[in-house]
């Protein structure tokens, strides 16, 4: 499955509305070198989980209210959400096996 693209508009829907499956969201920027790192590995993790879970990516300076409602303070961060709620969250870089471990562990 390919990645969701995310905005303030859709969140609420696509994220937090989501009941049957777990939502993987990366908070970025495009200014953020460490994003440009997470974006490809993202897109490893949403081809590699398939239809099992949704993976999106929220543009924090295109979306601010959704970053500021999710207490965004530094990016990346990503954020598992499952059922509405976040279940695990993590910023900085981060390696595809972790994200992928995580995201398995919260199938429902």
């Given at each position: ?71 965004v ?8 959400y ?27």
């Open positions: 499955m390919s990645e969701i693209q995310l905005t303030d508009q859709n969140f609420q829907a696509e994220v937090l509305d989501e009941k049957t499956k777990p939502v993987l969201v990366d908070f970025w920027a495009a200014w953020c070198g460490p994003c440009q790192v997470q974006g490809p590995i993202i897109e490893q993790v949403a081809k590699e989980i398939g239809v099992k879970a949704k993976v999106g990516k929220l543009d924090v300076d295109a979306n601010p209210q959704t970053a500021m409602a999710h207490g303070m530094s990016i990346p961060t990503l954020v598992i499952k059922n509405g709620k976040p279940v695990w969250r993590v910023s900085g870089l981060q390696q595809k096996e972790a994200i992928l471990k995580e995201l398995e562990a919260n199938l429902n």
